[in-house]
């Protein structure tokens, strides 16, 4: 009877596993077929796997220029928003000032302003600093969007430092600064890890601020590079599998190595505290 | 520490919070005001604005585009909900209630996978996989001799097709989010009602799911929100919206009412009526929040 | 790129995807022109189609467009930035001699009906138009010979065309081949439909007179009629499943795959087809619209061309000038029709073609050439030269239509309001 129940939940768990992997390697096989073969034999094996299809897709997509403006504009949005975020959950979980829990709750509800909303104005706000088609303009709007849960998330972790530890730096004559910077920020690396997940994985993925600010190609970061891959070689089917490929690698690679730290990190805010 | 004298808090606290508030403000919460505000004008980003007062809010209220992009996020939060989280529960209890599956890890990576793709990947992706002629999908049916359906172009379930996508991308998401909820149930409550001869099911139904009461809110809140704000797949997907903007979210009309019409004030009405739908659907969180703090 | 060297760039926005051959034609004369200037090249950018509509609008707006752009002429991309100062007149110019072209002022070295879709209503010229493209269906000789249907022919009727399209589909039943190739998920491939039925049914005055007209109507018997006779179609089974949810680039990859007997496209599908099958495109003939036994039009067309203008933000606009006089010289203008079939936006006159050059023009280039010679008048795409406010009811119909959620009264409807709409905001009513 127990053998039954296993084999049942067996069955469950590889027929979900099934629906959620088959894509990727439809999309591994289509794009070593040539683009005819992918509507002719959708679901076989390529009759003659083609390696350049890659090696073109990767060149006529841009996706140099595109990932290198992805890496970019993730990382300094990630390490700005680490700063930001765990500079102010800094006094919001040690001192006790006035207010303190009303702007902690007016910094984390505004999650719940949908970011196409914000879009609207903004884009006319940068369009007026002439930020528009700028990286440095779509990394100001990262950065302003993506603040209400890396707070939530530094502020959680933080007030579960025991204050002792502050006060006896304090006494040693140690500054609030250096007492955050030395000691809180390093003691609070888990949650540190677990905001710049969160924050490079949206910022990574983000495709409406991407296509609304930046116009030149040159530009462009690999969501927006996506379409407008699809724009030129929209009937290269198996192109779009390889761009397909190449769009998810770099998040399954690092995802593979830092399996741990992913899952806690997505999940810190979830967990009660 | 105690409370300061206003002094400290001028050269102490200040200079940690003025960073991130500044940035806020500037970059998220005047652009949200601003939103409010213009919707009182008519406006095509390049002229003046002209007030006009009420008329862009009366006229969402006869728009029958606006109704019917509301409707399909409906439709998205009953299926985030309504499958997503299920699903998501599901996988976890399993994969944490059976010690003896081999592979956990593996079946964890599958799950959580879609999750970690760009959006405008998977749009692409799926695309191809619906493609009327002689895609994956349409070619199989022909197969089994069924005949073809057209996906992304029959109004009446185009809709639909774009929130399967979106629902197998978010399912794994939500699985994650059991997982950690149910890792943070201290054993010997699982293991003292098994021995009492719990069922399994029984187990999931009357202990499990009271005890990630909050993380199921927090889950239900997110699903709802992210419903009411999604747009990356319904744009790449079905562009145009769809015959009779079938397809059609809120996220995208509005979207197009200033990029593609020029309509600015109509569509901050539209973006300030979100913001307020939004705001209410997340309430609660936002309140549990401000309790836990 | 060759040329390029401590010169400033003018960037060009064009909309020509790799494999095209506008886009050879393209870089040809670039890289000619940038190996001779001292001051300037030209850097082509690619801009997708649909994104371009909109990017043009933002980076007119933004202040950072770039130097030369792709227009359709007309109102949607030129007049209503030429309105606000944002596009260099080129009357000036036009009004002198282009150095490719002696004895005549440049402007009348274009074909009329292309000159007025770039002229705006204060008389002056802002665009140089580079080709003429009209659309109407074009067909697959080698599919009808195989597949032994009956040839469309120009003076066909709606009768003979849809026993033509049951004929096919009777042949191909069972395969993966259909009558006609549509991808309508945006709408405007569906409205050349709609616009060629009103054209027949209403003539190309009762069209023109229509959009400035208070008197006229756009919800009279012709437009509803229109709306019916494409549902007509929808309803026969004329088209590939799936089109309300396909791209124009999909129905072109079916119909130069061989998977669609016929598409109703503008001439440029020819070069947009060599992208997809190297084989097909060489069978591809032009037909002129079926007729009706009430039409009121029997021989214009529904078209227009790309043209390219110059924004105000260009700081060498003579540079920008003088390779926009390279790129329609009757040299370049002969290897626009040979080696893209796409015919010229000059006079014949001017182009010079010899007699060896006249045989070499394909089939197709000739059977286009014969139906806009006998054109008297080109009516411009409802979404290019139409103001905003009925393009967006226009394009938002034909998705609706072809996809039978509105009825073709609607439809007229709709139009009808739109464009109330637009004469209380041009003050005309």
Request: with cysteine; glycine share 6%; charged share 15%.
């Amino acid at each position: 009877m127990v053998k039954a129940r296993l084999v049942l939940v067996y069955l469950v768990l590889i027929s979900f596993a099934i629906v959620f992997i088959f894509p990727v390697y439809w999309a591994i096989v289509s794009s070593l077929k040539e683009s005819g073969e992918i509507f002719t034999n959708p679901w076989g094996l390529p009759s003659k796997p083609l390696l350049d299809n890659y090696v073109d897709a990767w060149i006529l997509g841009g996706f140099s220029r595109a990932y290198l403006n992805s890496g970019v504009l993730t990382i300094s949005t990630v390490v700005a928003i680490v700063i930001l975020s765990s500079m102010v959950a800094y006094p919001l979980s040690r001192f006790n000032f006035r207010g303190r829990d009303k702007l902690f709750y007016f910094l984390v509800s505004g999650y719940m302003i949908p970011p196409v909303v914000v879009l609207i104005p903004l884009y006319f706000m940068l369009k007026s600093m002439n930020l528009i088609d700028s990286l440095f303009g779509i990394f100001l709007a990262y950065v302003g969007l993506n603040l209400p849960i890396p707070i939530f998330i530094m502020r959680s972790y933080m007030s579960s430092i025991p204050r002792e530890i502050d006060e006896s730096a304090y006494i040693d004559g140690a500054s609030p600064w250096y007492i955050f910077w030395k000691i809180i920020l390093p003691l609070s690396r888990p949650a540190v890890a677990a905001v710049a997940i969160w924050t490079g994985l949206i910022t990574w993925q983000d495709f409406l601020y991407a296509l609304t600010i930046l116009l030149s190609p040159e530009n462009f970061t690999v969501p927006r590079a996506l379409l407008n891959f699809y724009g030129v070689y929209g009937n290269m089917w198996a192109y779009i599998a390889a761009g397909f490929i190449f769009a998810i690698l770099p998040m399954e690679i690092f995802y593979l190595v830092f399996q741990r730290h992913f899952v806690r990190g997505l999940t810190a805010g979830a967990i009660k505290g | 520490m105690k409370s300061k004298s206003s002094s400290f808090f001028i050269q102490v606290i200040l200079p940690f919070i003025t960073p991130a508030l500044a940035f806020y403000l500037l970059f998220r919460l005047i652009p949200a005001f601003n939103a409010f505000y213009i919707s009182f004008f008519s406006w095509d980003g390049i002229g003046p604005m002209k007030f006009v007062g009420l008329r862009n809010w009366l006229e969402l209220t006869v728009d029958e585009v606006f109704w019917k992009a509301f409707r399909n996020n409906i439709f998205l939060i009953i299926a985030s909900v309504g499958i997503e989280i299920p699903v998501g529960l599901l996988l976890a209890y399993l994969l944490m209630i059976e010690p003896s599956i081999k592979g956990k890890t593996f079946f964890r990576t599958a799950y959580f996978n879609p999750m970690m793709f760009i959006p405008a990947a998977i749009a692409l992706l799926w695309k191809l996989i619906y493609f009327p002629v002689g895609g994956p999908l349409n070619n199989l049916l022909s197969y089994l001799g069924l005949p073809a359906i057209d996906w992304l172009g029959d109004p009446s379930i185009n809709v639909w097709s774009v929130i399967f996508v979106v629902v197998w991308q978010w399912t794994g998401w939500y699985f994650v989010l059991s997982l950690a909820g149910m890792s943070s149930i201290p054993t010997e409550v699982i293991e003292s009602a098994i021995i009492d001869g719990a069922s399994k099911f029984r187990l999931l139904r009357s202990i499990i799911i009271p005890l990630m009461k909050s993380n199921l809110f927090l889950q239900i809140t997110l699903a709802a929100t992210g419903s009411l704000m999604y747009f990356d797949l319904f744009w790449i997907m079905v562009e145009g919206g769809g015959p009779g903007h079938s397809a059609e979210v809120l996220a995208t009309w509005l979207y197009k009412q200033t990029f593609m019409w020029s309509k600015v004030g109509y569509s901050c009405a539209m973006a300030a009526f979100l913001t307020i739908v939004t705001f209410l659907v997340g309430f609660y969180w936002i309140r549990q929040v401000a309790k836990a703090s | 790129m060759t040329g390029t060297a401590g010169k400033a760039p003018l960037v060009l926005w064009h909309l020509w995807t790799e494999g095209t051959a506008q886009l050879d034609w393209l870089r040809t004369y670039v890289e000619k022109f940038n190996a001779e200037n001292p001051r300037t090249y030209i850097k082509p950018v690619y801009v997708e189609n649909e994104i371009f509509k909109r990017q043009i609008v933002t980076s007119m707006a933004a202040g950072n467009p770039p130097d030369i752009f792709h227009n359709w002429g007309g109102w949607m991309y030129l007049f209503r930035f030429a309105k606000e100062g944002k596009v260099v007149d080129l009357t000036p110019y036009m009004n002198e001699e282009s150095p490719y072209i002696p004895g005549a002022p440049w402007k009348d070295t274009f074909l009329p009906g292309r000159m007025a879709q770039v002229t705006f209503t204060d008389g002056k010229i802002y665009g140089v138009p580079l080709m003429l493209l009209f659309e109407s269906i074009f067909f697959n000789r080698k599919l009808f010979e195989e597949y032994d249907i009956t040839m469309p022919h120009n003076d066909w009727t709606w009768d003979e065309f849809k026993q033509i399209i049951e004929e096919i589909k009777e042949k191909t039943a069972g395969k993966k081949i259909y009558p006609i190739a549509l991808g309508n998920a945006v709408g405007w491939t569906g409205m050349i439909y709609y616009m060629y039925f009103v054209l027949r049914l209403a003539g190309a005055d009762y069209v023109e007179k229509a959009m400035w007209d208070p008197d006229l109507r756009y919800d009279t018997d012709a437009f509803i009629e229109a709306g019916k006779l494409c549902q007509e179609l929808v309803d026969m089974g004329a088209f590939n499943p799936g089109f309300n949810g396909l791209r124009d680039t999909d129905a072109a990859m079916l119909f130069a795959n061989g998977q669609a007997f016929m598409e109703a496209i503008g001439t440029w599908i020819y070069g947009q087809a060599l992208a997809y099958n190297k084989e097909n495109p060489k069978y591809f003939d032009v037909v002129a619209w079926p007729h009706f036994p009430n039409e009121v039009d029997s021989v214009n067309l529904v078209g227009g061309g790309d043209a390219y203008a110059v924004s105000w933000k260009c700081k060498y606009p003579d540079d920008a000038v003088k390779f926009l006089q390279l790129f329609v010289s009757p040299e370049s203008q002969k290897m626009l029709l040979f080696h893209c079939n796409i015919l010229p936006g000059i006079k014949s006159e001017y182009l010079g073609l010899t007699k060896e050059e006249e045989e070499k023009l394909s089939l197709l280039a000739k059977h286009e050439m014969e139906l806009a010679s006998k054109a008297t008048y080109i009516c411009n795409y409802w979404d290019q030269g139409l103001p905003p406010v009925i393009t967006e009811a226009v394009l938002e119909s034909m998705i609706a239509l072809f996809g039978k959620t509105t009825t073709p009264e609607a439809v007229a409807k709709k139009l009808e309001e739109a464009r109330q709409k637009w004469l209380k905001s041009a003050g005309i009513i």
